[in-house]
């Protein structure tokens, strides 16, 4: 399968988990690169449930090996307990089948409670984070006083790097009037996620490098998407990291040229959580899909806001990842709509536009134009053959590749593994 990106190429939340998990049969190495327990991947097996955050859903095929890269922001309690998790569930994960790289920083407590009081402090203005941290880790990274893994597994190193930042976080807290954290209560449980933690650090690195010279399949496990990217999103309404393509070599070390291919993953229709513009949003759609038991998020239960599908915005996605291939999913969603609409153009200040733009404000202005398309009125859940699909449904996702600009490869009519279909 060569070394393939595997990006959101909407508001997240495009099903990249059950696509991973269907990939991963033919790669070797599945590789996290951005992001941190912000992300929720769904994977069914059967009837069993797995919801991963930080591990990469490959870890649910066994024999084979996952990492988490450099370019992820780890939460240490968080992922010990994910991994007690899936061992609950019969999931083996050992430092065999996962690497944890020694430069991925960490976050603390202090990033979360930091995360939860700008929202407090931006009102109406709120981003909507998960408040697992996310942001205010990055930003500790970019200004060079963040702790890295590497810092974390260092018994000598760790307690006087954690003392110095945690006093300057409570000065910040404290001037937020919030409460100060327990330096000796972080300590500790730190300490112990550290001690679970080190048999799996590793040079990850290096090891990507030495597999890709074998030839070594690699799968690069996008999170989050396209449009929460940090330049390329609804900024500020996005996450803290780089979420499309070119993230996953900065965040894993493997460097542009030894990519093959990028896929780019899509619902049939558009899903966004959190705050900022979503120019097809539809109450209709929303009340649809919410009344199926459907988009409700993965990561903190919220429902998803719901529309229709935004060519524009997937046709930018397609440019800023390069995608080669599209997988599109939840088709199924649709399944009893009898017209569908499908965002070409949008409409703003009079004028007619065909590129999303970068300000947030004008985005949020857009009137989308829609074209009609017929819809196909049966159950695909039970199809396994694309030549078995509906024409009209045949034809409405042949247009939104054609629309986006990229080749169909995958359909997807429901969350497990069966439920896929490859042109
Ligand atoms: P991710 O973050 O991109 O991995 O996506 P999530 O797991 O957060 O959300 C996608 C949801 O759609 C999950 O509940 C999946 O089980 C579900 N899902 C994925 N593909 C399909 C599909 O084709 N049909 C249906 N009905 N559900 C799907
Ligand atoms: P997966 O990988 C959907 C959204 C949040 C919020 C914004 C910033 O499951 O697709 P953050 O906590 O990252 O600072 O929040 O980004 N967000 C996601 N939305 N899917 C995700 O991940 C997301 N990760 C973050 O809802 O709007
Ligand atoms: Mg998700």
Known sequence: MANVILVGAQWGDEGKGKI??????????????????????????????????????????????CVIGNGVVLDPVALVGEIDGLEKLGVKVTPDNLRVSETAHVVFPWHRELDGQREVRKGTNKIGTTKRGIGPTYGDKAARVGLRVIDLINPTRFPAKLKERLEENNEVLRA?????????????????????????VANTVVHLHEATRRGANILFEGAQGTFL??????????????????????????PPNRMDKVVGVLKAYTTRVGEGPLPTENAGVSDLLHGMGREFGATTGRARRCGWF????????????????????????LDTVK?????????????????????????????????????????????????????NCRHYLLSLAQLTGARLTIVSVGPAREQTMFL
Not at 359 to 378: H, K, M, N, T
């Open 20 to 65: 991973i998990d269907v990939l991963t049969e033919q790669s070797e190495i599945v590789v996290r690169t951005a992001g941190g327990n912000n992300a929720g991947h769904t994977v069914y097996i059967g009837r069993d449930k797995y919801v991963l955050h930080l591990i990469p859903s490959g870890i649910l095929r066994p024999g084979k090996v």
């Open 176 to 200: 937020l009037g919030a409460q100060p954290l327990d330096h000796d209560e972080i300590l500790a449980a730190y300490t112990r996620a550290a001690d679970r933690l080190r048999p799996y």
């Open 229 to 254: 990217d940090i330049d390329h999103g609804t900024y500020p309404y996005v996450t803290s990291s780089s979420t499309t393509a070119g993230g996953a070599c900065t965040g894993s070390g493997v």
């Open 310 to 333: 935004d060519s524009v915005a997937t046709r930018h996605a397609a440019m800023v990842n390069g995608i080669d291939e599209l997988a599109l999913t939840n088709v199924d969603g």
């Open 339 to 391: 017209t569908i609409r499908v965002c070409v153009a949008y409409r703003v200040d009079g004028r007619t536009v065909q590129h999303i733009p970068n300000d947030w404000e004008v985005l949020a202005r857009c009137e989308p134009v829609y074209q009609e398309f017929p819809g196909w009125e049966v159950s695909t859940e039970t199809v396994t053959r694309w030549e078995d699909l509906p024409v």
